[in-house]
């Protein structure tokens, strides 16, 4: 029967030990990339609404007929705000409010 030396087990948990640590930095640095890539997608993803946003203004400024921030949106108290579908979120007990239909028995 075939014995292994101690030193050539040793020398494999030694290499194991490696690959782990190989492994677990190749890892963090996937994470790293990944995070970098999200931010970049989000950072051009707000580029693309202010562009959007300014193109928008500008065209409204020359006549087009486009909605504007300034055109929808309203000084606080102006207007009372219009009931929407979503209304029923702010359910309280005292203004119950139905959503979609279904009475939740409040």
């Known amino acids: 029967m075939a014995t292994r030396s101690t030193s050539s087990v040793d020398e494999m948990t030694d290499d194991d030990e490696e690959d782990d640590a190989q492994r677990l930095k190749e ?5 790293k ?4 890539l999200k931010k ?3 950072d051009q993803h707000t580029l693309l609404n202010l562009r959007q ?11 087009l007929p486009l ?4 055109g929808v949106s ?3 108290g102006d207007k009372p705000p219009e009931p929407a ?3 029923c979120a702010m359910a309280t007990v ?6 979609l239909g279904f009475n939740l028995g409040i």
């Not at 909605?67 to 300034?70: E, K, V």
């Open 53 to 63: 946003t300014f193109l928008s203004e500008s065209l409204a400024r020359r006549g």
């Open 94 to 99: 005292e203004e119950p409010k139905v959503s």
């Open 40 to 42: 970049y997608l989000s």
């Open 33 to 36: 990339a990944a995070a970098a």
């Open 85 to 87: 579908d979503w209304d």
């Open 27 to 31: 890892a963090a640095e996937e994470a």
């Open 67 to 70: 909605a504007t921030i300034s």
């Open 74 to 76: 309203t000084a606080d």
